[in-house]
Each structure stands twice: as C-alpha cells, then as structure tokens.
C-alpha cells in the first residue's frame, strides 16, 4: 500500500479532491505530500505532535486543572516539604514527589489518548444502511415522520435498543454514545471531562479513574501535611507566631502559602474524593456515568431491569475495568490516507461530500443517484398533491448525476472553472434543491439539519447550471438507453 | 404494483450507473482490482447479542449466493469471531499484563505490543490468507474489519472480466 498514489491520478480527467475546505486547484498540488488521516478528521478534535495526540477542541479548563495542580504541589514542596523533612520524616518529599508523578502521568494520559472514538461510516456503508432500514420500514409507510430509527437487540436477556447516530451515519454500539462537544461517537462513553480535556470512554477509562483516585491521595497529603507543619510550628513557638512568621528564607509572606494551600486542598478534597467515591461505586457495578445518570439499569424502571454488562461480583467488574485488555484506537490518526480509500461520510461541508479521490468521487455520485432516486420514489409514493410540483422538479436534476462518471469534457457549461469541479458544483445544488423539499415533507433525513445552510451559498450560482446542464444530460442520456429507460420510469412515476 | 416498480427502476439505475462508473477505473494496487471493476460491496454486521465484545453475524447474505458456499463463508466468519474473542478475553494472563503496565506506567508498551495487538495481527494474516486462497478467485475480497472500526466486515464483490455482474 503505497501512500503517494498521486502520480497515475494526474492522467485521468478527475484531480484529487481534498475533504479540507480548500480549492480544488490547492489540493492538486498537495497532491504529492502523503497526509495522514488526523488531518481529515471529521470530529471536533485538536490533534497535537502530528497526530499523537488528541484532544477536545475547548482545552482552557485543561491548563487550569495542570496549573493548579502544579502550583499548590510546587508550594508544597518549596515551603513545606523542607521543615517536614528535618522535623518528622524524609519519606514526606519522597511520598509527595510519587504522587505528583502519578497524578501527572495519568492526566497526561487522560487528556491525550483517544477515548474510543468510532470512525465513521464509509459512504457505502451508509447506503446500506439506508437501504436496509427503508426496506424493513417499507416503502408504504412514508408519512410525514418515519419512525425513530432504533434497533432493538437481546444482551444477555436484557432488550437494549440501539439508536442510529445521524451524525456518523451507524447504528451505535450498545453503551457508546455521541458526544456533542467533540461531535464524535465515543465507545462506552462515560462523559466529558472539561477538567481533563477529552472525553472519558472505553480507552481511556482507567486512566481517568487513577488520575481522580490518585489526585484525591495526593490533596490530603497535602492537606494533611500543611496543617501537620502548622502545629509542629505552633507547638514550638505558639499558634499565631506559627502563622505569622516569616523565616527569612523564604520570599514572600508564609501565611498566605498557608492559606493557600489549605483552602485549595479542602475544597478539592471534599469534591475530589466525592468523585472517586462515585466512580468506585460506578465501576464495581459495572455502569458509565451516563447510564447511572440516566437510571438505566435502575430498578425503579421495572423490576425485571438489570444490568447485562455486570459479570456478576464486584471483583471481577473491578478487574475487568481496570486490568482488562485495552483495545487499540481505531481511528488510526498517524496513518497514511490511501489514494484509493473510501473516505468516511462528513455531512459538516456540503463540498466534502464528494470524496478525496477519484474513484470515490464516482462511488459518492454513485450512492447519490441511489439516494436520490430513493428520496423521488418516496415522494411518489406519498399520495399528497403537494408532493407532485416537488417532484417535478426533483425528477429533472436526477438524470443529471447519472451519466457524471462519464467523461466532463461533453459537459462544459462555458464557466471558466475547471472541469472536475463543475459536475460537483451542480451535484451539489441538484442535492441542495432536493434537500429543502425532502426537509418539507419530513422524510427521512440524508443529510443532518447543519449542513443544509452550507450548499445554499452554492445553490445561487449553481441553479442555472443544473438547468443548462439538464438539457445537456438529456442528449447524452438518449443516446444510452439504459439511462433512457431510468429516464422514462422516472417521468411515469412523476406522472401517477 | 408500484413499490416494485419503483424498486425495479432503483435496480436499473443502480446497474446503469455501475456501467458507466466501469468507464473510469479505480487505480488501486492489487491486480484484481486493476482489472475488475467493483459491482457491489456487502457488510457483515456486528452481532450485539453476546454484549459489547467484537462479534459479526453469522448469517449468509443473499448477495453471494452464487458466488460461495455458505459452509465456507459461515466458517470465515466463525473463525473471526473466535479470533476477536481471544484478543478481549478476561483471564490472568490479560490481568497481568495490565497490571505489569500499571506498575510501569504504560512505558512497557513502547517495547512489546499488547496481546490485542498481536491477535489483530493474526486476525489480518487470516484474512489476507482467506482472500488469496478462497475468496479472490472468486470474484470477491474480504476488507479487515480494523479498517472499518470494527463496524462490519466488508465484502468486496467484483464484476466478471467477462462482463455481467454476479447476480
């Protein structure tokens, strides 16, 4: 698998059309430059070390939880660690720096490592989803709202129903779940943690729990250990000169470092060690915080309610969350972008839909006229008056797509753009002018609501070529009979 | 009569534009594709009924009926199955790994790669020895499922040389 598969691309008549939102004559000379796959990632995700790690889009709270965690242990062992060390014990620093480290070391790990997000689905797949969900639907049944798309699956005895996420375009595994601030399905999706960065799920999970276990050890310590200063001080020289003294090595005032340290660590303590108390809890009965939130598994909602993911005692679910095997990431960041992948469906741009390469760009204009036609088909089953002026404008743009793997050069409409971006732009509109009457008759949704407004900016300079380019495409289809055949079946439904 | 007129046309169209997408070949590197042209591609689900571990529905689809033996493909996909079970399965020796990572803070894993990843590489051996063996001189190339984020195993089907799609 070679990843710069640019060169033999350069021969046909369709350039390498980039999934980023830049000119289709930028990304013909990009080209040549292998990218690798973070770089088209669909999420909302910060990628850092090209690629290595990720992280949510708002990092703020982030910084703040490292700063504070930094300081008040930086104090700690500036100001108190010295005194502890001479009067009671060394063990005190040695202890403290252990903790530090950890706590550090599973934040760090937290924040950067992937979740478990899943990728999206390919545009086949996606289509074959459709396909299967209309089929056990049933045609007939187009109202002015299909049904909840929602599969219902047996775990164990327990009945799960798993949603389609429009976003990702999947049924969603039992247990994942989207996360609207990185705008991406997370499996075993616990929650997100602004505090941390990133979401917490399947991958990251145990990290998160160290981190929060850890952190709680380490602010009693400290809490612990300030207060333990204090009175070894008073006791040598009565409570208030303890706290007013200002030894004359150290800078600045004492007291205020004293203050400091107690306020931060007693309020951390008590909202620190509450949350480990919960996800200790969370973890020996096997949920996500997700799923306790919403009372799941509670048996307040029917008492045969239980949860089908517990192994049964407290100590395997304990083992199992902890020790068990971390499955690896699938989104494969650092990864190469194959010329001749399929790229995963991104409904956020209108233009992204129609593929980084060329042999894409023909399976999505395939998948298009597959869905199109599916949306022409509904409509004409819909026995409402007002579906028939829509349709007759629906059916005109469709043929239209058909025939675009065909060679461009027939299709010039006198635009100086290049020819590999034309049949794009009109694919674009004929989909747009479709979406708004899709959108009315509340079918059921190709396209997520966001992207509506983004092809519409197109859809003005677009319109009239998708007329001239109707009148093109039907010479072109008279002259293949099977696109004639499609042609005419179209125009009967239209006329029923 | 016309939801099946309607599907029928569906059918057509489908078909048409698989003609004329034959006219622009995909540029991939395995011979069989330089050769072929894609008519269909086929997914294989995950089955949920065991949980969240990795397992795909051992169910023959309608697509492959001429194509394969429904013993042969049920087998790949058993095999799979026992092959992604093994990757996630809880035992000691899977503890002490993750304990021995724990204690080590996960720096182990910058020299030796998880049991996971070990078994994912057995599991990508099988299938490339799958489709060299059984499925490729059939017309069909199985894609890794780790590819798919382990949504589906997808089932390339390729048009005979000859013409006609294998329906």
């Known amino acids: 698998m070679l990843p710069g598969g640019g060169g033999p691309m350069k021969d046909c008549q369709y350039s390498h059309i980039s999934t980023r939102s830049s000119s289709p004559m930028e990304s013909?000379?990009?080209?040549?430059?292998?990218?690798?796959?973070?770089?088209?990632?669909?999420?909302?995700?910060?990628?850092?070390?090209?690629?290595?790690?990720?992280?949510?889009?708002?990092?703020?709270?982030?910084?703040?939880?490292?700063?504070?965690?930094?300081?008040?242990?930086?104090?700690?062992?500036?100001?108190?660690?010295?005194?502890?060390?001479?009067?009671?014990?060394?063990?005190?620093p040695v202890i403290g720096g252990i903790l530090f480290f950890f706590v550090m070391g599973t934040l760090l790990r937290t924040s950067f490592s992937d979740p478990g997000v899943l990728p999206r689905a390919t545009a086949h797949e996606a289509a074959d989803l459709e396909r299967q969900i209309d089929v056990s639907n049933g045609s007939s049944s187009g109202g002015y709202r299909p049904p909840p798309r929602t599969k219902e699956v047996t775990i164990n005895g327990q009945s799960v129903k798993l949603k389609y996420c429009f976003t990702c375009k999947i049924f969603r595994p039992?247990?994942?779940?989207?996360?609207?601030?990185?705008?991406?399905?997370?499996e075993r999706f616990d929650h997100h943690c602004p505090w941390v960065?990133?979401?917490?799920?399947?991958?990251?999970?145990?990290?998160f729990y160290m981190f929060i276990l850890s952190l709680s050890f380490l602010t009693i310590f400290i809490f612990a250990f300030v207060i333990a200063h204090v009175i070894h001080r008073s006791h040598q020289t009565g409570f208030l000169?303890?706290?007013?003294?200002?030894?004359?090595?150290?800078?600045?005032?004492?007291?205020?470092?004293?203050?400091?340290?107690?306020?931060?660590?007693?309020?951390?303590?008590?909202?620190?060690?509450?949350?480990?108390?919960?996800?200790?809890?969370?973890?020996?009965?096997?949920?996500?915080?997700?799923?306790?939130?919403?009372?799941?598994?509670?048996?307040?909602?029917?008492?045969?309610?239980?949860?089908?993911?517990?192994?049964?005692?407290?100590?395997?679910?304990?083992?199992?969350?902890?020790?068990?095997?971390?499955?690896?990431?699938?989104?494969?960041?650092?990864?190469?972008?194959?010329?001749?992948?399929?790229?995963?469906?991104?409904?956020?741009?209108?233009?992204?839909?129609?593929?980084?390469?060329?042999?894409?760009?023909?399976?999505?204009?395939?998948?298009?006229?597959i869905q199109s036609t599916k949306f022409v088909l509904q409509a004409a089953a819909t026995p409402l008056l007002q579906t028939e002026p829509h349709l007759a404008s629906n059916e005109l743009p469709l043929p239209g797509k058909i025939p675009l793997s065909a060679p461009c050069a027939p299709l010039t409409l006198g635009q100086p753009t290049p020819p590999s971006s034309t049949p794009n732009l009109s694919c674009d509109t004929t989909l747009s002018d479709m979406l708004p009457a899709r959108e009315e008759q509340g079918g059921p949704h190709f396209l997520t609501p966001e992207e509506v407004p983004s092809p519409r900016g197109v859809l003005s300079s677009g319109s009239s070529l998708t007329h001239s380019h109707t009148m093109h495409v039907f010479n072109l289809a008279s002259q293949d009979s099977l696109h004639e055949d499609s042609v005419r079946g179209l125009v009967k439904l239209s006329s029923v | 009569m016309r939801p099946r007129s309607g599907l029928l046309i569906q059918d057509t169209i489908?078909?048409?534009?698989?003609?004329?997408?034959?006219?622009?070949?995909?540029?991939?590197?395995?011979?069989?594709?330089?050769?072929?042209?894609?008519?269909?591609?086929?997914?294989?689900?995950?089955?949920?009924?065991?949980?969240?571990?990795?397992?795909?529905?051992?169910?023959?689809?309608?697509e492959l009926e001429n194509r394969i033996d429904k013993q042969q493909f049920e087998e790949t996909v058993r095999t799979l199955n026992n092959l992604y079970a093994e990757a996630e399965k809880i035992g000691g020796k899977s503890y002490l790994e993750g304990c021995l990572a724990c204690l080590t803070a996960y720096t182990i894993f910058l020299c030796m790669e998880t049991h996971y990843e070990k078994v994912l590489k057995k599991i990508a051996k099988y299938i490339q020895e799958q489709?060299?063996?059984?499925?490729?001189?059939?017309?069909?190339?199985?894609?890794?499922?780790?590819?798919r984020g382990l949504r589906v195993i997808e089932i390339t089907i390729y048009e005979d040389r000859n013409g006609g799609s294998g329906r």
Request: net charge positive; with cysteine.
């Open chain 1, 28 to 92: 013909a000379h990009k080209n040549n430059a292998p990218r690798r796959k973070w770089e088209v990632f669909p999420g909302r995700n910060t990628f850092l070390c090209n690629g290595r790690i990720i992280m949510a889009r708002q990092t703020g709270v982030f910084y703040f939880t490292l700063v504070l965690i930094v300081v008040t242990s930086g104090l700690f062992f500036a100001f108190d660690c010295p005194y502890l060390a001479v009067h009671i014990t060394p063990a005190v």
């Open chain 1, 174 to 186: 039992p247990r994942a779940s989207h996360c609207s601030l990185c705008d991406n399905c997370v």
């Open chain 1, 197 to 207: 960065g990133n979401c917490v799920g399947k991958r990251n999970y145990r990290f």
């Open chain 1, 241 to 369: 000169n303890a706290l007013k003294d200002s030894p004359a090595r150290y800078p600045f005032h004492w007291t205020w470092h004293n203050i400091h340290c107690s306020v931060i660590c007693f309020f951390s303590v008590w909202s620190i060690v509450g949350l480990s108390g919960f996800h200790t809890y969370l973890i020996s009965s096997n949920q996500t915080t997700n799923e306790d939130i919403k009372g799941a598994w509670s048996t307040k909602r029917g008492k045969e309610n239980y949860n089908p993911y517990s192994h049964g005692n407290i100590v395997t679910n304990c083992c199992v969350a902890l020790c068990g095997p971390v499955p690896p990431s699938l989104i494969d960041r650092r990864g190469f972008i194959q010329p001749d992948a399929p790229q995963s469906v991104a409904p956020s741009n209108g233009i992204t839909m129609y593929g980084a390469t060329q042999s894409h760009s023909n399976m999505c204009d395939q998948d298009q006229c």
């Open chain 2, 14 to 62: 489908q078909s048409g534009s698989r003609r004329t997408f034959n006219m622009a070949e995909t540029h991939s590197l395995q011979d069989m594709r330089q050769q072929a042209a894609i008519a269909s591609k086929v997914f294989v689900q995950r089955d949920y009924s065991t949980g969240t571990t990795c397992q795909f529905q051992i169910k023959f689809l309608p």
């Open chain 2, 131 to 147: 489709n060299d063996k059984i499925y490729a001189p059939r017309g069909m190339l199985i894609t890794d499922p780790i590819e």
